[in-house]
């Protein structure tokens, strides 16, 4: 079986992301939340050295990755302006900061299956580094798109770092509330995604026919200090959703 392996930052586990680094994922989390269109015109390096309080240089780092990213481009003498977007309704596996964000223009909802404080087996325990029987939230959703079944989501959160979530908060966006709430800075994921032919209970759960296609996603979520907090599997419902990656 092949696998796609899709990593916003080469990094070291365990190692910070450098100031630049950081400010350049602030910068793309920025352009996608206020939803830029192509060509924006963005701050002069002058001004966001301000407004980020750091060297003119670090700023420049940050720009020159953004480019190496394909997320900005820049026009000698004229400034930095942001690249074409993804196509309304398609999924944009550049961005880490949840469906609620990256898909604003249409009703994400949820529907909570399963919520549980387990411990982590040797599995989970690799995946999202932590120490076997660690405390680990286990939250399984219906993800929705304008009342559509989107994907089935079984996510896996670190108590440590996330030391409080209920069922009524799953049943909202968790990363805005992981943001806002506990004021967590999230940095970049790892993603490996596959194709299989779905089982009759995942069939069951998307209203889709056994041995049907499906993308399977895992997510591995870190903050800004290189720690992970997150591990996530997705299973994609064919119908219903559509994929961009920019490069």
Do not use: W
Not at 7 to 35: F, P, R, T
Not at 63 to 79: A, F, P, T, W
Not at 80 to 103: A, E, H
Not at 114 to 125: H, Y
């Amino acid at each position: 079986m092949l696998y796609l392996i899709h990593k916003y930052v080469d990094v070291i586990k365990g190692v910070k992301m450098l100031k630049y680094q950081i400010i350049a994922k602030e910068i793309e989390n920025d352009i996608y939340s206020n939803n830029f269109p192509q060509g924006t015109k963005l701050p002069t390096v002058e001004s966001l050295a301000f407004k980020y309080n750091v060297s003119k240089s670090t700023i420049v780092k940050a720009i020159e990755s953004l480019v190496s990213r394909k997320i900005v481009y820049q026009l000698q003498g004229s400034g930095i302006f942001v690249r074409k977007r993804n196509r309304t309704g398609y999924i944009n596996l550049n961005f880490t900061q949840g469906f609620t964000t990256s898909l604003k223009e249409f009703n994400i909802t949820s529907k909570v299956l399963d919520f549980n404080l387990i411990k982590a087996n040797k599995e989970i325990a690799e995946l999202i580094e932590c120490d076997v029987n660690d405390d680990i939230y286990l939250i399984k959703r219906l993800r929705y798109i304008d009342d559509e079944i989107m994907c089935y989501e079984e996510a896996y959160y670190k108590k440590s770092i996330v030391p409080y979530l209920n069922k009524e908060i799953a049943t909202g966006s968790i990363f805005e509330y992981l943001q806002t709430a506990l004021n967590l800075n999230l940095g970049f994921s790892d993603r490996y995604l596959h194709l299989e032919k779905l089982d009759n209970n995942l069939a069951n759960l998307l209203n889709l026919a056994p041995n049907d296609p499906a993308m399977i996603v895992l997510e591995q979520i870190y903050l800004s200090s290189g720690v992970c907090f997150n591990v996530s599997k997705l299973v994609y419902n064919y119908k219903n959703t559509r994929f961009f990656l920019q490069s």
